[in-house]
């Protein structure tokens, strides 16, 4: 065995402290293991999760068949580069290209790096036309590589690491008559999330995207999608703009891709994709054997499993529940935004003593844009399990002093 000991958590903890980089903040927990919507720490206390890897575990804490498929693949092959063929990297791509809009994959391991490539082949595709002007929207978040963070329409991410990436525009957000004045014959892409995560679960105005699609297509500029967070079944759709009868130019999925294995993926119209030629854009790791293998596993167990139409159900059963506290609380509850399994519960106060209150409880949570309750639960929940963490919020929200 390696040395992976049991050690305690204050341990643990002492550890990073002298050899982590500060660069998070971490709750004083070191979880050891998990299965489905439960994890447990390394003094063995459970907890629920309703915030399972920041939305990468979509089908749960160590799916069965993702495990299975890369315990096979670890011992066949672990890692070859892209100068070779690999028959799981052909299959994931063809399977996602027929769950979206028929386009072209190229793998890489993060969301960030998936929005780099966007952002690259969308400037290359503008180029004979000096098209070079990204289009991104406020609220926003597309990552913390720089032009990635350049795309992030958030002073705040942007602070102290000065100067950006040129090039890119901001709108705000819902905001087609923005778009309409912005949108020109310098504009390469407009880059939005169709649902923005980080910026507080915000859904499309409607009529928003659709109209945004045409605009692009009227002013030849391309439309990529941020699906890092959306994508792979989050919404009650495999890709979020299905829900709106649109298709993008360039999409980007990543977190939930491969079922909480590293993973990202650009996906490009063949039109699109066919300026990305040998040599001009690469990732070492990217569409690796391990990655793929679980990704394919990740869909299979989506299908196997009736998981896209499960996680409809879940997003209704904890809209009950919201709905139950709005009605007790009204001077707490702003706003329910619920699609699928991304549930966003937008407090007047601030959320981030909801986390650590739940945390003391056992219940795993996140707090995003200071007021909202962002849950980003496996589609694979079930109604118990709904039920016992609601209970445990809508006590901890309960107990909360008067909001305005
Ligand atoms: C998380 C996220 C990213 C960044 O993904 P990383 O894997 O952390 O690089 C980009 N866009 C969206 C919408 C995200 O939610």
């Not at 650009?266 to 990655?291: D, E, Q, Y």
């Amino acid at each position: 065995m390696s040395q992976v000991t049991n050690q305690s958590s204050t341990e643990t903890m002492a550890q990073f402290d002298r050899y982590v980089i500060a660069n998070y903040r971490r709750y004083p927990v070191c979880l050891v293991r998990g299965e489905g919507s439960w994890i447990w720490d390394a003094e063995g206390r459970r907890y629920l999760d309703f915030f399972p890897g920041w939305g990468c575990n979509i089908i749960g804490h160590c799916p069965p068949r993702v495990v299975e498929a890369v315990r096979e693949q670890v011992g066949l092959l672990i890692h070859v580069p892209n100068t070779w063929y690999i028959e799981a990297q052909g299959q994931f791509a063809q399977m996602l290209s027929e769950r979206s809009f028929g386009g072209q994959c190229f793998f890489c391991n993060s969301g960030a790096e998936a929005n780099e490539a966007a952002i690259k082949l969308a400037r290359a595709h503008g180029h004979a036309s000096g098209r070079s002007n990204i289009i991104t929207v406020e609220h926003g978040f597309h990552g913390r590589t720089y032009a990635a963070l350049s795309a992030t329409a958030q002073p705040k991410y942007h602070v102290g690491f000065e100067p950006m990436v040129p090039g890119f525009v901001y709108a705000p957000h819902n905001d087609l008559t923005a778009m309409e004045r912005l949108i020109d014959d310098k504009t390469a892409a407009v880059l939005i999330e169709p649902i923005q995560g980080e910026g507080g679960i915000n859904l499309p105005a409607p009529g928003y995207l659709e109209r945004l699609r045409e605009l692009c297509t009227e002013r030849g500029a391309l439309l990529i999608l941020d699906e890092v967070q959306t994508g792979l079944g989050r919404t009650g759709e495999w890709f979020a703009y299905q829900h709106y009868g649109i298709e993008p130019d360039i999409l980007t999925c990543a977190k939930a891709l491969a079922g909480g294995v590293a993973a990202g993926v650009m996906i490009a119209s063949r039109t699109v994709a066919a300026t990305l030629k040998p040599g001009m854009h690469a990732s070492t790791f990217g569409g690796n054997p391990l990655a793929c293998r679980a990704g394919i596993a990740t869909i299979e167990t989506v299908e196997a499993d009736g998981l896209i139409e499960r996680g409809k159900a879940v997003g209704e059963r904890f809209r009950g529940h919201f709905e139950r506290i709005r009605s007790e609380r009204p001077d707490l509850v702003k706003e329910i935004r619920i699609m699928g399994v991304m549930i966003g519960l937008e407090l007047t106060i601030d959320a981030s003593v909801v986390v650590s209150e739940c945390l003391i409880k056992g219940l795993l949570i996140n707090a995003t844009h200071g007021t909202v309750i962002r849950l980003l639960p496996a589609l694979n929940i079930a109604d118990e399990q709904i039920d016992e963490g609601c209970e445990i919020l809508l006590d901890v929200i309960r107990s909360l002093p008067r909001g305005d």
